[in-house]
């Protein structure tokens, strides 16, 4: 029994200093190693450029290459006309990573005092030289740019779905083009 009894206190007496260790550790914070920080310089950094610049447009809309009158000014324009009008301008395109996309919007609208008639829009990009421009430019890239931009005068049925105006009621109307936008578009460098 005496032996049962003091094997009690022992494990009790041991329970009791690691208990107390713990709760001192715990009190103190926690069990931190060596270690040390050094501090990285900054510096100047400088970032590129994307942007559009002095913009020249012809003055009218002709039709486009490929079609019977191409070349020809715009006169009297039927369903499936696709006109066409060329701009320069300059891109400022410099940065290490930079990839970006000449866009314009996929339609375009013309308008008068009864309904707007939606048209479609594509575009084509040259380099200073005549050189087709590749999907995605770069600061190689940088420059100046002629884009030949195209819209096609829409065909419709009787009552349009993409577009709130029966395609009979467009003839014989002055409508006005819209401007389009020509835009440039960062493309994530990282995707």
Not at 57 to 86: H, M, R
Not at 131 to 153: K, N
Not at 169 to 183: C, E, H, P, R
Request: charged share 15%; hydrophobic share 40%; aromatic share 6%.
């Amino acid at each position: 029994m005496h032996w049962e009894n003091t094997m009690k206190r022992s494990t009790k007496g041991a329970l009791a200093i690691g208990t107390a260790a713990v709760l001192l550790m715990g009190g103190a914070g926690t069990l931190a190693y060596w270690s040390d920080t050094i501090d990285v310089p900054g510096g100047d950094i400088t970032s590129g450029e994307l942007k559009l610049e002095n913009a020249t447009c012809a003055s009218g809309w002709e039709y486009a290459e490929g079609t019977a009158s191409a070349g020809a000014a715009v006169d009297l324009v039927v369903p499936g006309d696709v006109i066409a009008k060329e701009c320069t301008f300059d891109v400022v395109a410099t940065g290490t990573n930079l990839n970006a996309d000449l866009v314009v919007p996929a339609t375009a609208t013309f308008t008068d005092a009864t309904s707007p008639l939606t048209a479609t829009v594509s575009a084509t990009y040259v380099d200073s030289l005549g050189d087709p421009l590749p999907a995605a430019i770069t600061e190689d890239d940088d420059g100046t740019v002629t884009a030949t931009i195209e819209v096609e005068f829409p065909y419709g049925t009787a009552e349009d779905a993409t577009t709130p105006v029966n395609i009979n009621d467009s003839q014989g109307l002055t409508k006005t083009l819209n401007a389009i936008t020509v835009s440039v578009e960062q493309n994530d460098p990282n995707p």
